[in-house]
């Protein structure tokens, strides 16, 4: 596999550095936990190799509430990111086709593409309010599909696939005989009441989430696939004991201790999302050059500049992170064009974010054609 780096990595937050950054809008998730707030108790965990599908406390807790899950369905992974290459690197090949909705996260697209096989893009559309259209996947099924790839809520616009939508997704799959693959690392921050796994639906649905995200824990590297299917937990096993064998038992156990309590964090995190995203929708009321798809969950959006006005597009990012040291997501991270922005509105202080919106806008001004 020749492996090729993509833009959302060469150019984040992390590579870029914090440091040259004051405004950061172009993270995905929520603020990060300081390991001081967790309240931990580590002094006598043993540092050993752990199970390998993942501590069996930890992923108890992850399908908590669903009568036909347990922890055997549920491998834990090194966070959502190698979850998504263990089931790309296992079922497809040069061979096989897949079905992407577009935009995705990036590594739903970058590492199909790094395996070679063949891929149908269907592409969501602003028109559309962002949303699937069935019939087009219908239309793209072949023989050798593997499987269909969403996000949900997606990344990077925070819509919602409608429950009609989802059910008919997983008619098809099982119809037939693939798989459909939910990226669902933002279930947990839908506006409403959280949606059910995808993976508790059907065989045929295999659930992909993380605690990066949600949570604010992405340096502890956790994530799970969670699937019914025995023969496939098989081959996803398999693929994550030649790649690192085990998790991280130091990270496990902080991650097992953190979900025991996740209630009472999460007051925080609903808090802080509710407060910021209020003052996306106030600013967006106000900036008339820019319009967007009000998002239903998640702690992203991804509003466009308005056609009637002419902006150049590279001066408006230069501008933003030179001068105003501010960073939000370009389009050519999700292969969009870059009249749309990707805003992270959970990550910044309120402060931060207020700031931020505020350099976009002037930075806008001094884009103009």
């Not at 870029?16 to 967790?38: C, H, M, P, R, W």
């Not at 949900?152 to 693939?178: C, F, Q, R, W």
């Not at 025991?260 to 964090?265: T, V």
């Not at 064009?337 to 990550?347: K, T, V």
Request: aromatic letters at 10%.
């Amino acid at each position: 596999m020749l492996y090729k780096r993509m833009s959302i990595e060469k150019e984040s937050p992390e590579e870029l550095g914090y440091d040259n950054i004051q405004y950061n809008l172009a993270e995905s998730s929520v603020t990060d936990f300081v390991l001081k707030d967790l309240e931990l108790r580590i002094q006598d965990l043993s540092l050993c190799y752990t199970d390998h599908k993942g501590k069996p406390a930890l992923r108890e807790l992850i399908v908590s509430g669903y009568n036909n899950l347990d922890k055997e369905n549920v491998l834990l992974t090194v966070g959502a990111a190698s979850a998504l290459f263990i089931i790309a690197s296992s079922l497809l090949s040069k061979e096989d086709h897949l079905i992407v909705v577009r935009p995705n996260y990036a590594t739903n697209i970058k590492t199909p593409e790094t395996i070679g096989c063949d891929i149908t893009f269907i592409d969501l559309l602003f028109e559309n309010n962002w949303q699937l259209d069935i019939n087009d996947i219908n239309k793209a099924i072949r023989p050798n599909t593997k499987y269909i790839s969403i996000t949900h809520p997606h990344n990077p616009t925070g819509t919602l696939v409608s429950e009609a939508d989802l059910s008919s997704l997983i008619k098809i799959a099982e119809h037939h005989n693939l798989y459909l693959l939910a990226d669902e690392t933002y279930r947990e921050l839908c506006f409403t009441e959280p949606y059910p796994l995808a993976a508790s639906l059907s065989q045929r649905a295999i659930s992909v989430s993380s605690i990066s995200k949600a949570y604010g824990l992405p340096g502890l590297r956790i994530g799970w696939l969670i699937t019914r299917d025995e023969q496939l937990m098989d081959l996803f096993l398999a693929a994550k004991e030649q790649i690192f064998i085990t998790n991280s038992v130091l990270d496990e156990e902080v991650t097992y201790q953190f979900f025991s309590e996740k209630e009472n964090y999460f007051k925080t995190i609903s808090k802080q999302i509710a407060r910021n995203f209020s003052i996306v929708e106030k600013w967006m009321a106000r900036e008339k050059r820019l319009e967007w798809v009000k998002p239903g969950g998640g702690v992203v959006c991804f509003p466009r500049m308005k056609a009637e006005y002419k902006f150049d597009t590279n001066r408006f990012y230069d501008t933003l992170l030179h001068k105003y040291k501010t960073l939000v997501g370009p389009g050519h991270w999700f292969d969009m064009p870059d009249n749309y922005l990707r805003i992270g509105y959970a990550w910044p202080s309120t402060v931060e974010l207020e700031k931020g919106l505020e350099n976009i806008s002037l930075a806008l001004d001094e884009s103009i054609k």
